[in-house]
């Protein structure tokens, strides 16, 4: 058995009429018309990976476009709840021109400029919410495939998530990386070795990779 296992966590394709916009929940679709990109994540990728992806619309399309493009899994993607976008709650597909005049009257928006990863949004989650619920997921689930890679079709918080768990920095920190659409970020997990007690880390390998 290995004693690495690799998450490659790719960010779903771009989602037309919502830029400068939060998303709203999962009913949107992606944008899956560059071939060129999705042929060159499936050539990048490892063929012999456990796929999962967010149950989310964008993200299961963008999951297919890549299959679509060459690269089979060797058993049926899996959809994983815990890896959705986060929740905005009542703010939801708001624009950011609506959410800074929001800002004049409702102080908790006013809260998250100041905070942005410790606010909750009504009816919604904190990034920190978030980061607690991929952890523990990717925790779970690095146990279980262990020595495996992990083709993980996900959204950029939920990969800023990721590092910020794996890597146990403040929430405001991870909310610096630039995930972009249809880019790779790479993170392997090391076993402790059970003679020396050299492991039981995470490294990054790359940060939004784009297809080549």
Known sequence: MSDMTRWWWVRHAPVPGHTGRLYPHEEVDADVSNQAAFTGLARNLP??????CSPYVRAKQTATAIIDSGLKPEKPMALEPALVEQNFGDWAGMSYDELLALSKKDGEYHNFWLSPAT???PNGESFLDVIK????RMAQLTKSLRGRDVVAVAHGGTIRAALAAALELEPDKALVFMIENLSTTRIDHLWTDEETG???NWRVAFVNARPQ
Request: negative net charge; hydrophobic residues 40%; proline residues 6%.
């Open 133 to 136: 619920r991929v952890g523990e």
């Open 198 to 200: 050299i492991g039981g």
């Open 119 to 121: 606010t909750r949004p």
């Open 47 to 52: 063929e012999d990976a456990v796929w999962l």
